[in-house]
């Protein structure tokens, strides 16, 4: 449902709500390096502590040849730098290429030599934060209880499915916050933080609740470890208000990975939400992803790409595109999205919204857009944007998965996100032609919202398609009732059917009629070592897979 929320606010917010970064995208356009420059300092005037916003400014003054403004955004920027717990090398200066003029003047010496002094000592303190992070975490990941699942593997089927359902044995946790070293190769790590709810039980499941940031493209480096206020203030005050039962993730992408492009960083949130229900007990059925800008598109890939582990999804200012493959909308039909936007927003326009928002309907998906109206790209900083947040708990608070859902639509063109709860895509037939059902969903963006000279915010004509299919996909359709399983296909070379007690009974025979010809009846038992490896994979207690069934059509 659209709910509209029309703002009247006064001039010094209008004078804030200018898009910056569509501005300097419009004078890099042209080569125009002290326009960009200018407006990437202008939206350091309301967030002074982005080293990335402070980076573009350096680079955009040096390249204008302003040398003067120049080293006063070097200075801003190392002090971000140390501000954001990022270990600031003066080889990185030195190897910069987009510093080649500042190097050539005379100030440039006694700045690199202060950031040499202070290279020692800034390093220093970041191991320290480092290493105590790292004492907590160790801690809590070394603790063992006397009994675990793998200790009951040679039990009978029954019984050990019983108990990875009913399994509740997790340390107790004294912190509140947790910075979380998460591993992305053997040489990279990067931290999250995971606050705690009030008076956390560790005898008691809680909901989870991942918030990924936005301006992924200007972050270069990797967290060490992650300051509680720095998350929980500020644009995530809401979070923090409202989200007090709730386990709430803060994770941290980068340029290189992320949840949003390019794809080898796209592994990172679900890898997270595993590794953290290894020591914090999470209801499996009430893990939510939301976002801003980059966040929120990441949160709407992971509802077109990757929904399993996830109840809902929610996003601020969201462009709704999938950036590395085709955006399926009936993917939608799986999970919910819970969209926010506003009408001065660059990054997707309110026409674009609005358009989307009436496809939903028409596919019968959960997807909701609350307009708020007077408000640009950043929305979240404002105070007006409280009420969306009491929205989105309320949501979130009724919100449970249903792994075992009847009716399944999955579409993917890449077959790493084939999966969408019981039903896997596992082999490709894209020379095969489409079936009728099978069909992109696309509309046209005719307005897009820029800025034009003053700073004015004007409305330009688009021939643009909201979407791209850069590859050819693959789509199913899957129902079951009564042991049996109704599958349509298109181009689809072959798939995997996950199975559950909840899903049938495993007493009886288990009928598949694919494309109206029943291709396979049998009984299917309880694999003990296909059940507990899906768990170690996932370590999900709701959503208990006991075996699989096999089915290639070519």
């Not at 356009?29 to 400014?57: I, M, R």
């Not at 003053?454 to 643009?464: A, F, G």
Request: hydrophobic letters at 40%; aromatic letters at 14%.
């Amino acid at each position: 449902m659209k709910k509209k929320f029309f703002i009247l606010f006064l001039l010094p917010l209008v004078v804030k709500a200018q898009d910056y970064f569509a501005e300097a995208d419009s004078c890099l356009k042209v080569k125009n390096y002290a326009c960009a420059a200018t407006a990437y300092d202008l939206y350091l005037k309301q967030d002074s502590e982005s080293n990335g916003v402070a980076y573009l400014s350096l680079v955009n003054w040096t390249k204008s040849g302003n040398l003067e403004k120049a080293f006063s955004s070097l200075k801003i920027y190392i002090r971000n730098n140390r501000l954001n717990n990022l270990v600031f090398f003066s080889k990185g200066m030195l190897n910069d290429s987009n510093l080649i003029q500042l190097r050539a003047d005379p100030r440039w010496p006694p700045i690199l030599a202060r950031v040499t002094r202070i290279e020692d000592s800034v390093r220093a303190i970041d191991d320290k934060k480092y290493d105590s992070a790292m004492l907590v975490q160790t801690a809590i990941e070394n603790w063992r209880p006397s009994d675990s699942i793998q200790k009951h593997r040679n039990d009978e089927g029954r019984t050990l499915y019983a108990e990875i359902k009913a399994w509740n044995l997790f340390p107790e946790v004294k912190a509140k916050w947790l910075s979380l070293q998460f591993k992305i190769n053997d040489s990279l790590t990067m931290a999250s933080l995971v606050v705690l709810p009030e008076n956390y039980d560790s005898r008691k499941s809680y909901p989870l609740l991942f918030f990924l940031h936005g301006a992924v493209s200007v972050n270069t480096g990797f967290l060490r470890w992650v300051h509680d206020n720095k998350e929980t203030a500020g644009w995530n005050r809401y979070y923090t208000k409202y989200g007090h039962d709730v386990i709430m993730v803060y994770a941290h992408g980068n340029r290189e990975y992320n949840w949003m492009y390019p794809d080898k960083g796209f592994y990172m949130v679900p890898a997270i939400l595993r590794q953290i229900k290894k020591i914090v007990n999470v209801d499996d059925n009430r893990v939510f992803v939301s976002g801003h800008s980059n966040g929120a598109t990441g949160s709407f890939s992971y509802l077109m790409k990757q929904p399993s582990a996830f109840a809902g999804f929610y996003g601020f200012n969201t462009r709704p595109v999938v950036q590395t493959g085709g955006t399926f909308l009936k993917n939608a039909l799986n999970r919910s999205f819970f969209n926010v936007s506003t009408d001065q927003d660059y990054y997707f326009p309110p026409g674009a919204n609005d358009s989307l928002d009436l496809i939903m309907k028409s596919i019968n998906a959960d997807y909701q857009d609350h307009r708020y109206n007077g408000f640009p790209h950043w929305f979240p900083q404002f105070d007006e944007s409280e009420p969306a947040y009491v929205l989105l708990f309320k949501d979130l608070n009724h919100r449970i998965r249903n792994p075992f859902h009847s009716d399944i639509y999955w579409e993917c063109d890449n077959l790493k996100y084939g999966t969408c709860d019981w039903i896997q895509i596992t082999g490709l037939d894209t020379a095969a032609e489409k079936v009728s059902w099978h069909k992109d969903i696309n509309f046209g963006v005719h307005k897009w919202i820029i800025l034009g000279d003053k700073i004015k915010r004007i409305e330009r004509d688009t021939l643009l398609s909201a979407f791209k299919f850069p590859r050819r996909s693959a789509a199913i359709k899957a129902h079951y009732s009564n042991n049996e399983f109704f599958i349509e296909t298109s181009r689809v070379g072959s798939f995997e059917l996950f199975i559950s007690p909840e899903m049938v009974d495993l007493s009886r025979k288990i009928k598949i009629i694919l494309n109206g010809k029943l291709v396979d009846e049998e009984k299917v038992g309880i694999d003990k070592e296909y059940m507990l490896a899906h768990y170690e994979k996932d370590l999900d207690r709701r959503s208990v897979w006991v075996n699989r069934i096999e089915v290639k059509i070519k």
